[in-house]
């Protein structure tokens, strides 16, 4: 397979592809740091005992999500605008849809048009938003009448401290232990070369 040396330079350091379109460099890691923080949360579910399935576009077809992640006709943001992962437990067959989003701006702003179609498809859906040291989670209509999240100012909205999920505590904190382990300094250092100001995921 050919490896395109401009292309892995700029993912290691931020630099050499001037040339090239930043946006189809950016690409990879984006869904890299995204995927890091799904399946955190999907592994503190499944130990736990709940039954969690991928679910987005970029996680089911994932060359048609790179197909269509530029392409703004209605059609194409229907299919992609859709929860990460179903969230099952057996215990008392409640499905929940979960959205999941990484952030270290210390906070997390709602765009309503990111998520439109939410309120009829996935009204009882709850968003999960991964910091470098905390683990956040509520309903998406709270998301959405909050518009924005400081995480500072927002401990009613650990993890560990919600009552929507029957999780222990020590589960919890063991994978906020794991979120400072994948989402370190050295990384944070690193992607300010990338991307500058960092974004979320």
Request: proline share 3%.
């Amino acid at each position: 397979m050919e490896v395109n040396e401009p292309k892995t330079l700029y993912l290691a350091t931020g630099k050499g592809i001037s040339e090239y379109n930043k946006k189809d460099y950016l690409m990879p890691f984006s869904l890299t740091v995204g995927r890091i923080a799904e399946s955190l949360i999907q592994e503190l579910f499944l130990l736990e005992g709940y039954q969690t399935y991928k679910y987005g576009l970029e996680n089911t077809y994932q060359y048609l999500y790179k197909q269509l992640k530029y392409n703004n006709t209605s059609a194409a943001k229907s299919l992609r605008k859709s929860p990460d992962l179903i969230l099952y437990d057996p215990t008392n067959e409640q499905l929940n849809y979960a959205e999941v989003k990484f952030s270290s701006t210390g906070h997390f702003i709602f765009k309503e048009t990111q998520f439109e179609n939410y309120e009829q498809s996935y009204p009882e859906g709850y968003f999960f938003l991964v910091t470098p040291t905390n683990l956040y989670c509520l309903p998406f209509e709270e998301m959405r009448k909050r518009k924005k999240v400081v995480f500072e100012k927002c401990e009613d909205l650990l993890l560990i401290n919600s009552k929507h999920f029957d999780l222990r505590e020590k589960s919890i904190e063991h994978f906020e232990k794991f979120v400072s382990v994948f989402y370190n300094d050295e990384f944070l250092k690193q992607n300010s070369k990338i991307h500058g100001t960092y974004r979320n995921y």
